[in-house]
């Protein structure tokens, strides 16, 4: 409403948990301004009472109430805040089971706790209001090696976990900025015998980040100007008609509907950094918002198929290369590597995923500045092998350097000076 904050107001509440069930005391806070408050299509586009109301969802967050403490600290509603800025901007919604990577102590202090989970809050269920239904997401806090399992499994996975060890969340998930172990060294049973076993079996529910990574095409001269936006008749460039661009919308979405088999999602354009979750078949779809706008020309340019590609990663994004290739692509899946400083894209697809452009017979094929990558299971072994040092990040110097000269395939990782600034 013109403020400078996206949400309306945090609510804050003295919960005296529950004893009987070892809940402890702790500090209850609940967004109000995700959901539609008004319906009066100020903020939120009222859709009617059957739908979601706005998102869909308000945040909520239970911390552990220090002895003594008599009011509840307020920095949870500045978190809140931030997530709830970035859903505005990118009209990404969040889900259940959701990761937020914050690369930062949630409060600012040196807490291990530096990322977040989201799942449904154990007290309040989803309301039916004049304006829609609105669900109770809850963040809970965790540290960076409960992060990684996350990614490299599923968030419900970790959270079924911490629900399970009493200091690192119990059964309503209290977040205690004051933890000092992860659950692995809590309990170092339940990295071997639950994470690993259920990566074997289930692989990883992360199907993209964003991140900082470019691709180069080597095998053409770099002058060539064919990604143009428009496409050239003579010497007049055919500007896309609102019908064009609706019919390539509608085939997009049809071709690209997440369904029970592995199928590309769409590349949204507006993905902010720092936050990387799953697309779930519930979430608003990114060709509905008007920053798909950007995307829609490219699928216009025939696909072209690459000879060889360069692939350029800074570290965090190289260090889950073999998240991509072991939790993903040897379970029939895909995995996204959205760039955070522009619309170029890389997805490796496996040969099992419907609606790629890459071919086993053309495995490198771009459309625009999106390149797909098809990966035999073979090669995807080897390449595990190969980069068996990504796993080792304290023993890396960079710039690093892997290649498959058969396959015409190169992979850099690179400081991110040379991601933040284009000039290095």
Not at 52 to 60: A, I, N, V
Not at 78 to 84: I, R
Not at 369 to 397: A, C, G, H, Y
Not at 401 to 409: D, G
Request: proline share 7%; charged share 25%.
């Amino acid at each position: 409403l013109g403020g400078p904050d996206p949400l309306d107001y945090v609510s804050m509440y003295r919960n005296l948990g529950n004893p009987a069930l070892n809940v402890p005391e702790h500090w209850h806070y609940v967004s109000f301004g995700l959901s539609d408050l008004y319906g009066d299509n100020r903020v939120h586009e009222f859709t009617g009472t059957d739908g979601p109301s706005g998102f869909g969802f308000e945040l909520t967050f239970r911390l552990k109430r220090e002895t003594g403490e008599s009011a509840p600290p307020t920095w949870p509603a500045e978190l809140m805040q931030g997530l709830a800025r970035y859903v505005f901007q990118s009209e990404n919604t969040f889900c259940s089971g959701d990761h937020v990577s914050w690369h930062s102590p949630l409060d600012n202090s040196e807490s291990r706790i530096q990322h977040m989970l989201l799942t449904e809050d154990p007290q309040m269920q989803p309301v039916q209001t004049p304006f829609g239904v609105v669900t109770f997401l809850q963040i809970v806090g965790v540290c960076t090696e409960e992060l990684h399992a996350a990614q490299q499994w599923n968030g419900q996975g970790i959270l079924e976990l911490l629900r399970t060890v009493p200091v690192a969340g119990g059964p309503w998930l209290i977040t205690d900025m004051r933890r000092g172990e992860t659950i692995f060294e809590i309990d170092p049973h339940l990295q071997q015998e639950r994470v690993d076993k259920g990566i074997e079996t289930d692989g990883s529910n992360l199907s993209g980040v964003s991140a900082k990574c470019a691709w180069d095409d080597l095998s053409r001269p770099p002058e060539d100007d064919e990604d143009s936006r428009s496409i050239c008749i003579g010497t007049q460039p055919r500007r896309l008609s609102g019908k064009d661009t609706e019919q390539i919308r509608e085939t997009l979405r049809r071709g690209l509907e997440i369904n029970s088999k592995p199928v590309l999602p769409p590349i949204n354009a507006q993905r902010q950094n720092g936050l990387n979750h799953d697309r779930a078949p519930s979430r608003k779809d990114s060709l509905e918002s008007e920053s798909s706008a950007a995307i829609i020309p490219h699928e216009l340019i025939r696909t072209r198929q690459l000879e060889s590609v360069h692939l350029k990663f800074n570290q965090e994004s190289g260090a889950l290369i073999p998240l991509c290739l072991r939790g993903r692509l040897l379970h029939g899946r895909h995995f996204t590597y959205k760039s955070i400083t522009g619309d170029t894209a890389i997805t490796f697809v496996s040969t099992g995923v419907e609606g790629a452009f890459a071919t086993e017979e053309h495995p490198y094929a771009a459309h625009g500045p999106w390149l797909q990558i098809l990966l035999t299971e073979e090669f995807v072994e080897r390449m595990l092998e190969d980069l068996e040092d990504l796993n080792s990040p304290e023993e890396f110097k960079l710039p690093k350097e892997y290649s498959w000269p058969e396959k015409k395939l190169k992979v850099s990782i690179l400081p991110d000076a040379v991601f933040d600034n284009p000039l290095h």
